[in-house]
């Protein structure tokens, strides 16, 4: 983990609200050996307001450049999506713990919804990477707001997309659900959505297979001093998102 300036080769809007950054770290160091699942402490104004960092999942890391694709929410994702390309932010990175693909995998699945999405992508690459084959399951609001799903399809993953509004997602979660009794997944890892998470949780007791989630908590400092990111796990003790996760198995989350 460290601090970094870097400056901004892009920031672009690649959905709907939604706007993918790229950096590269001024001293040319880039994040070699950053996992998927980690994430960067953005430092949104070079006033003090806002006066705290937010935290955004890396979306891919490729040599001395690495990624993010956020959504605007509030005052610092607005002042985020106003950066000029060409100019530079300042970044701590990476944080936390990332995804552990176990090694004998060879079906992977990604459930992933809205800007949840995100840290699936670089997760994809990786196990693509690993030889493995990867089943992506997508879903959004609209099909402006699908993330994610361009760069998928061209590394190769098998991608099946739900559009929603209420987060039903009813459709993609039954075919997850047939996909794995037919052929099973022996890793499923999820982010952005409860239902989604109940979903790999049930598999998970049902089946036996093994399942992350990405927590998004909010976070103030990002490096476990402040503990206001801390959840209450499904066995009764604390943990905290930015340090002990943010990638938790899912059975230690309460759904
Ligand atoms: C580990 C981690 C990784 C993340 N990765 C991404 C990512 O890749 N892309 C992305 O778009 N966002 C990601 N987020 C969420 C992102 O950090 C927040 O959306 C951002 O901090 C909002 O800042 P803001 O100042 O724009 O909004 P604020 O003004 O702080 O909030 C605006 C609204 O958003 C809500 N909100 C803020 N943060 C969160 C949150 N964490 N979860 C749920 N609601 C929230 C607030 O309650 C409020 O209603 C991640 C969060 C964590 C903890
Ligand atoms: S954000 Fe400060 S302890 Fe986690």
């Known amino acids: 983990m460290r601090g970094v300036f870097a400056t901004i080769l892009q920031n672009r809007a690649v959905a709907e609200d939604i706007l993918k950054m790229v950096l590269r770290g001024k001293d040319g160091a880039g994040l070699a050996g950053a996992r998927p699942g980690q994430f960067l402490m953005v430092r949104c104004s070079d006033t003090s307001d806002p006066l705290l960092r937010r935290p955004m999942s890396l979306y891919d890391v490729s040599g001395d450049t690495f990624s993010i694709v956020y ?128 979903l790999v949780q049930d598999l998970r007791t049902a089946t036996g297979v093994p399942g992350e989630v990405l927590l998004e908590t909010r976070m103030a400092c990002g490096i476990g001093v402040c503990k206001g990111c801390v959840v209450m796990t499904a066995d009764g003790t604390y943990k905290k998102v930015c340090t002990d996760g943010p990638v938790f198995p899912v059975e230690l989350i309460a759904g």
């Open 71 to 198: 959504r605007v929410v509030g005052a610092g994702t607005r002042l985020m999506a106003k950066m000029p390309e060409g100019g530079e932010v300042h970044v701590i990175a990476p944080l936390g713990n990332g995804f552990n693909l176990p090694p004998q995998s060879g079906r992977v699945a990604l459930v992933g919804r809205g800007v949840g999405a995100a840290p699936l992508v670089f997760l994809a690459k990786t196990a693509i990477a690993q030889g493995k084959r990867v089943f992506g399951f997508i879903s959004a609001t609209s099909r402006e707001s699908l993330v994610g799903v361009e760069d998928l399809s061209k590394m190769g993953v098998e991608l099946q997309t739900g559009v929603d509004t209420d987060g039903s997602s009813t459709e993609l979660l039954d075919l997850i659900r047939e996909r794995h009794s037919a052929e099973p997944f022996d890793y499923v890892a999820t982010c952005g959505s409860r239902r989604m998470l109940r």
